[in-house]
C-alpha cells in the first residue's frame, strides 16, 4: 500500500539567487512537497509513533530554507537528502520550490524547480 503526505503551497520567505540583491532583498517561495511511505500501521492504531510526523518534515523545510543557496535545485536536493536521511520508510519524494518575483522581464506568478528522489 502507498500513503501520501503532501505539503500544499506552503510559503517561506527566503534568500536563494544567483543575483547579489537576491540575497539581501529575498521574496517569497511556494513550497509542494509530495513523499511516499507505507503509513497503513497508523491507519489501525491512530499512534503518532506509526506515521511520518509531518510537523518533524515541517521543520526540516523551514530550516534548509533559511540556508541561503544560489540553485533552488540545491535547496530542492538538501531538503530531499535530509527528509530522506531521517525517514527511512519513505520511498519517493517529489519537491516543488516556486520563487515569486524572479528578477527577470516578464510577468509571471514565478519560477519554479521539480526534483524527485
Known amino acids: 500500500m502507498t500513503s501520501k503526505i503532501i505539503f500544499e ?15 539581501l532583498i529575498g521574496t517569497y ?7 511516499h511511505a507505507d503509513l497503513w500501521k497508523a491507519v489501525g492504531t491512530d499512534d503518532l509513533n506509526d506515521t511520518i510526523n509531518y510537523a518533524e518534515i515541517n521543520e526540516i523545510i523551514h530550516h534548509e530554507m533559511k540556508t541561503p543557496s544560489k540553485l533552488m535545485e540545491h535547496v530542492a536536493g538538501r531538503i530531499l537528502k535530509q527528509i530522506k536521511l531521517k525517514f527511512t520508510p519513505v520511498t519517493f519524494i517529489k519537491i516543488r520550490i516556486t520563487k515569486t518575483n524572479p ?3 516578464g510577468e509571471m506568478h514565478g519560477v519554479s524547480v521539480e526534483i524527485e528522489m
Do not use: D, Q, R
Open 9 to 23: 503551497n506552503l510559503k517561506i520567505y527566503a534568500y536563494h539567487g544567483v543575483l547579489p540583491e537576491e540575497t
Open 29 to 35: 517561495y511556494f513550497l509542494n512537497i509530495e513523499i
Open 103 to 105: 528578477p527577470m522581464t
